[in-house]
């Protein structure tokens, strides 16, 4: 992996003509987990797609840019909030679709490895269609480690989990994404004061940032600073909501 270069996004996004966030001020440090939380529909898909280059159905007006001036494009993996896997193809099939999409040979011994973490190597030659909607997830989350960037977007990438599977899988990916520059789009605000090395929130009027606890992530659930911090953010969204 090359080194994770630090991301900002800055300015203003309109739907129809309407703003839908501005004044937003996004920086993601080099080579830590940034928690991007807010508001259902607020945006925060948006911004992943923003940053990577994708088509988005309203008007952004600002700036995206790396840290090393280099482009973004082609250095990013991302996990969508579904899990777009080609329903005609096995799990492990899936899970090295970039490698065979680039014409490149996949290292099927890490496709394993990674599936057998996950916990799917009973159903590696599985079609998607007999995964529940947690194992697919857990598929999806598979394939976006395979790539090995040094930035990656996950946007609500436990959201189907059950909550020890969701621990276990939040602990993986802090592993395996030690020293990447990680978006993670979160509605779950223990999730966030677990991950995070610095937690975001989007509203309308723009970025606000929130604190994390002292001690480096990934941090115990059990932490004290970890149930305080997730308390406190929880009633400030709900507060946000009201
Ligand atoms: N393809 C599209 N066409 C038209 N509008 C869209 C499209 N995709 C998203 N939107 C609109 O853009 C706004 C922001 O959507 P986005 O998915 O970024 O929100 P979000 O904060 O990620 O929401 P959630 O937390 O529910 O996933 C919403 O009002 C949504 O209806």
Redesign the pocket.
């Known amino acids: 992996m090359t080194n994770a270069p630090a991301i900002t996004l800055s300015g203003s996004y309109r ?1 129809d003509q309407i703003p ?1 966030f501005s004044d937003v001020n996004l920086h993601l440090q080099a080579g830590e987990w940034t928690c991007l939380l ?10 992943l797609r923003l940053i990577l280059g994708l088509e ?3 008007a952004f007006t600002g700036d995206i840019t790396a840290g090393d001036g280099a482009p973004i494009d082609g250095r990013a993996s991302y996990m969508a ?1 579904t899990d777009l896997l080609l329903p005609w193809l096995t799990l492990r099939e899936n899970v090295v679709l970039g490698a065979r999409l680039r014409g490149d040979t996949a290292d099927l011994g890490r496709a394993d490895q990674l599936i057998d973490r996950v916990g799917l190597r009973d159903y590696r030659d599985a079609k998607p269609a007999a995964l529940s909607g947690g194992m697919r997830q857990r598929a999806a989350l598979a394939r976006c480690l395979m790539e090995d960037r040094p930035v990656v977007l996950l ?2 990438p436990f959201s189907a989990l059950d909550a020890g599977t969701r621990a276990d899988m939040q602990d993986l990916a802090a592993e395996v994404l030690a020293g990447r520059t990680v978006l993670l ?1 979160t ?1 779950d605000p223990a999730e966030a004061c677990r991950l995070g090395h610095r937690i975001i929130l ?1 509203t309308a009027e723009g970025t606000q940032n929130w604190p994390v606890p002292d001690s480096a992530p990934i941090r115990r659930a059990d932490d004290p600073q970890v149930l305080q911090g997730q308390a406190a953010l929880l009633a400030h969204l709900r507060g946000a909501a009201a």
């Open positions: 739907l839908l807010g508001k259902s529909g607020m945006g925060k898909s948006t911004i988005v159905a309203g909030q946007d609500e789009v509605h989007l």
